[in-house]
Each structure stands twice: as structure tokens, then as C-alpha cells.
């Protein structure tokens, strides 16, 4: 008997991975979004996003360059 695996399936960091260099929308505990391009990322998920915003109602709210979010406070991750 084989065993097959599912190929669609990956593992969290190395969907992070895919999305360096892009544009990833990224929702905070407390409900705060921000936007921008991810630079790097490590084993904990903190980010550096470079050209982020913090976005109100899906709209730019303030430009903030280049920020560091820890890990521990992202809620989700989604490539835009």
C-alpha cells in the first residue's frame, strides 16, 4: 500500500517565502491592518514590511516606510 501525499499542501513559512518581494495585507489583534511589500520574515513570523501603511475601512490612513510587526500579535497574512 502507497501513501500519497496532497502536493497543494505547504508549510506556513513556506508560503511566506513565496510572498517576498509582494504586496501582503496583514490584520493585527485589536482589528489595526496594515499594508506593504515583505522584506523578511523569520522563524516566529515577525515581519519587516517596506512602503507599509495602516490602513481604516480598506483605506490608507498613514504611510509608515519601513516597519517591524511581531509575530505573536498577527492575527492573518494574505498576499494582495
Do not use: W
Not at 30 to 40: A, D, M, T, V
Amino acid at each position: 500500500m502507497t501513501v500519497q501525499k496532497n502536493l497543494n499542501t505547504s508549510r506556513p513559512l513556506d508560503v511566506l517565502g513565496k510572498s517576498l518581494n509582494t504586496q501582503v495585507l496583514i490584520e493585527l489583534k485589536g482589528g489595526r491592518e496594515f499594508r506593504g511589500l515583505l522584506k523578511s520574515f523569520d522563524m516566529h513570523m515577525n515581519l519587516v514590511l517596506n512602503e507599509a501603511e495602516e490602513l481604516e475601512g480598506g483605506e490608507t490612513s498613514k504611510r509608515l516606510g519601513i516597519v517591524l510587526i511581531r509575530g505573536d500579535n498577527i492575527v492573518y497574512i494574505s498576499p494582495v
